[in-house]
């Protein structure tokens, strides 16, 4: 697993992109900080898709409290947040 | 092979007794002597101990029930993943009904050559349930086709082909059809709500609270959970010919994750303040994603909610959970029109009520 932040950011992405695909939607243009529940490319349930993927990929899981647009909003602080929780 | 633990017979006079605790939960493993559950009378309390070691398949009754004698109350299994039985048998043939049969029960007990004096009734009139039941138990086979049972009526497919078993959510879903067809009598009302009213409510909360997910959704479950709770007759069941309200409302939220449709369910939701409950609500739908839902979060709902807003469809006629009389159905047309909509059992509502509690409903709780 390659926990360099510009990887994860383009796992995220790409999981995104796939999300958005099965409902018909072209999300290949989301960069690293856009606000992914603010693009509309994927609604609350692609988001509970993303979180579980996410929690799976890294191997870890994401306390309730965390699911802010703070911690886990865009790409980029994602991949930050991921980073924290590895101790990285 | 499957092992059934009755529910007991506590005095000679009662035919039924109450299920006041329930310490069987589907998965779990049991020792002999383990107590499963513990029924009431107004004489007595008795333990229901595990006959067998083995694993919980599947629970007949939630806490508070009123059970009959005889009937099934837990099956056990020599695995984890082994099928319980589809129908049980009555253990006890003492609680032969003496109660009137419905017509569809007459016409049953004809196509088995039964007399309604032998089938054991689960509720106040002896049911088509009761006597299906009881001729399973028996291995009974029809001895005429039955008319009002759609699956009897077709003869199997001719055209060649394989047969595939369903998945255990595919058996749930079938289970919740047929209790639908066969005992329900369902109702469908829509009316038009105010979308952008709730979703800029959903906004503010949600810019409040620096979420991460819409609580729109959830919101909206929980304003139905409040309304069902200051009118108990839509929280609520027919046993017989007696309205079963639900000592508390537990708000069955379907959830689909991947091909996978859960009925996700807030125990007590009622107990909780909204974002109490639009936090529980968000973490089992994380966890139905991630197909991580424990047995026990998926029974014993009292009401149901369902969206297919992602899929922006102009309806969706739901159905009805098991021993529920009133499923909300959400969804919002491509134009962007919001539709509020329920399937509900009309033994237990009519029209007026439904149509009073999605008015209600169609607009966000004043603050």
């Known amino acids: 697993m390659n926990l360099d932040t510009a990887a994860i950011v383009a796992a995220i992405q790409a999981q995104v992109i796939a999300l958005a695909d099965q409902m018909g939607i072209d999300a290949s243009d989301l960069g690293a900080d856009d606000l992914i529940p603010a693009t509309g490319y994927i609604d609350s349930a692609g988001l509970l898709e993303l979180i579980a993927w996410f929690e799976k990929t890294y191997a870890f899981k994401v306390p309730a409290d965390d699911l802010t647009i703070d911690h886990l909003g865009t790409p980029a602080s994602m991949a930050a947040y991921v980073r924290r929780a590895k101790g990285l | ?367």
Do not use: C
């Open chain 2, 1 to 367: 092979m499957a092992t059934a633990v009755y529910v007991p017979r506590v005095n000679n006079n009662d035919d039924e007794v109450k299920l006041i605790e329930l310490k069987a939960a589907v998965g779990q493993a049991v020792a002999v002597g383990d107590v499963l559950g513990v029924v009431e009378t107004d004489k007595a309390m008795v333990d229901i101990e595990s006959p067998a070691a083995g694993f919980v398949l599947a629970v007949r009754g939630a806490e508070g029930d009123t059970v009959t004698v005889g009937t099934v109350l837990v099956w056990l299994g020599a695995t984890a993943d082994e099928a319980a039985p589809a129908e049980e048998a009555a253990a006890d043939t003492d609680t032969a009904a003496t109660a009137a049969p419905t017509a569809k029960a007459l016409a049953l007990l004809a196509q088995y050559g039964l007399k309604a004096e032998h089938v054991p009734a689960s509720g106040a009139r002896l049911s088509a349930e009761d006597v299906r039941r009881h001729a399973a138990a028996k291995g009974l086979k029809p001895k005429t086709a039955a008319p009002a049972t759609p699956a009897s009526a077709y003869p199997p497919p001719q055209e060649p082909g394989k047969a595939v078993a369903l998945q255990s959510h595919e058996r749930g879903m079938l289970h919740t059809v047929s209790w639908q067809r066969d005992v329900a009598v369902p109702g469908y009302i829509e009316v038009s709500y105010d979308h952008p009213a709730w979703e800029a409510h959903a906004n503010a909360v949600s810019q409040q609270h620096k979420l991460l997910l819409s609580p729109l959704l959830p919101l909206m479950a929980h304003r139905l959970v409040e309304l069902a709770a200051k009118q108990p007759r839509y929280n609520a069941t027919l046993v017989g010919e007696q309205r079963h309200e639900y000592a508390q409302v537990n708000l069955g939220f379907t959830v689909q994750a991947g091909e996978v449709l859960y009925l996700a369910v807030v125990r007590d939701a009622a107990a909780m303040a909204p974002m109490a409950f639009v936090h529980h609500l968000v973490d089992l739908q994380r966890r139905a994603a991630a197909h991580e839902l424990l047995p026990t979060e998926l029974q014993g709902a009292t009401i149901g909610f369902s969206s297919m807003s992602r899929w922006k469809v102009e309806r969706h006629v739901p159905i009805l959970a098991p021993n529920t009389a009133l499923m909300v159905a959400h969804t919002v047309a491509p134009d962007g029109s919001g539709v509020l909509a329920a399937t509900y059992d009309h033994r237990v509502l009519h029209g007026g009520d439904v149509a009073t509690l999605l008015r209600k409903l169609s607009q966000p709780p004043k603050d």
